[in-house]
C-alpha cells in the first residue's frame, strides 16, 4: 500500500505564475488535509477535503488559493499569481479515522 | 478551539544523555495526541501516538510520552539520546475522528558530542 503521494517534490515559479500542487492519498482514504510550512515554523492547517467536497477552508488565504478534490484523481492545491511569500514547504495528509498519514511534501520556491 | 503549545523552541542536549520535550494542548473531550520527528529538508514520520488506555505510549527509536489529563500534557521522552535525533519534533492533537491535526510550533534538538 504505498504511501500519500505528493508531486512534484520541488516546484519553482516566478512571480505571477500558477502554481498547482498534487496529492494523491493513501489507498482507501477520502479524507485529505493540506498543510502550510514557512521555513523555521511549523505546519498551519489549510483545508480539509473529502471527495468533491470541501470540509473545512478555514486556513486557507482568501485569495489565490484554491483546492480541490474531484471524484477522480487526485487532490490539488492551486497558488495563482504566486508571491515570493507563498515560498514554503505544502504538505499533504491523508487519513482513515485515527490518523494523518503526510506525504513528503512540495517545497515552492517563487523567484 | 483546539491548540498546542511547544514551549521549547529550542533544546540542546549532549548525545547519550536524557531528553524531554513539553507539549500542552487545549481541548474540549478527550484528544488524539500525536508527536511527529521532521529531519531536515523531509517530511514528517509518526514517533507515537495516544487514543485511550495506558498513558504511557511507547513509540519508535525508542521515544515515549505520557499523556497526563490533570496538566494537559504529552511530554515525549528518551531516556539516551543518539546524535541521529537531531531534528525538529512536532506535537500535535487531532480531533476524536483523527481527521483534522492541529500542530504545535516544533522544537528543534540539537545533539552535541
Known amino acids: 500500500n504505498a504511501g500519500v503521494m505528493q508531486n512534484p517534490r520541488h516546484l519553482v515559479r516566478r512571480r505571477g505564475q500558477e502554481a498547482r500542487l498534487r496529492c494523491s492519498p493513501m489507498k482507501g482514504h477520502s479524507h485529505v488535509y493540506w498543510y502550510r510550512q514557512l521555513p523555521e515554523e511549523g505546519l498551519k492547517f489549510m483545508v480539509y477535503l473529502q471527495k468533491e467536497n470541501i470540509i473545512d477552508e478555514s486556513g486557507m488565504p482568501k485569495e489565490r488559493f484554491s483546492a480541490e478534490f474531484p471524484k477522480e484523481g487526485p487532490s490539488i492545491l492551486r497558488i495563482q499569481q504566486v508571491v515570493r511569500g507563498d515560498s514554503a514547504a505544502y504538505f499533504c495528509a491523508s487519513s482513515d479515522r485515527s490518523e494523518a498519514f503526510f506525504g513528503q511534501g512540495t517545497r515552492l520556491t517563487v523567484v | 478551539a483546539q491548540s498546542v503549545t511547544q514551549p521549547d523552541i529550542h533544546i540542546t542536549v549532549s548525545e547519550g544523555a536524557s531528553l524531554e520535550l513539553r507539549c500542552n494542548y487545549s481541548?474540549?473531550?478527550?484528544?488524539?495526541l500525536f508527536w511527529y520527528v521532521q529531519s531536515p529538508g523531509q517530511g514528517l514520520q509518526l514517533l507515537l501516538k495516544?487514543?485511550?488506555?495506558?498513558?504511557l505510549v511507547q513509540g519508535i527509536k525508542g521515544f515515549e510520552a505520557e499523556f497526563k489529563r490533570s496538566q494537559s500534557s504529552f511530554n515525549l521522552r528518551k531516556p539516551s539520546v543518539h546524535w541521529s535525533d537531531a531534528a525538529e519534533y512536532f506535537c500535535?492533537?487531532?480531533?476524536?475522528?483523527?481527521?483534522?491535526?492541529?500542530f504545535g510550533a516544533g522544537t528543534r534538538l540539537f545533539v552535541k558530542a
Open positions: 500535535a492533537v487531532g480531533d476524536t475522528g483523527g481527521f483534522k491535526t492541529i
Open positions: 481541548y474540549g473531550a478527550t484528544p488524539y
Open positions: 495516544y487514543f485511550s488506555g495506558d498513558t
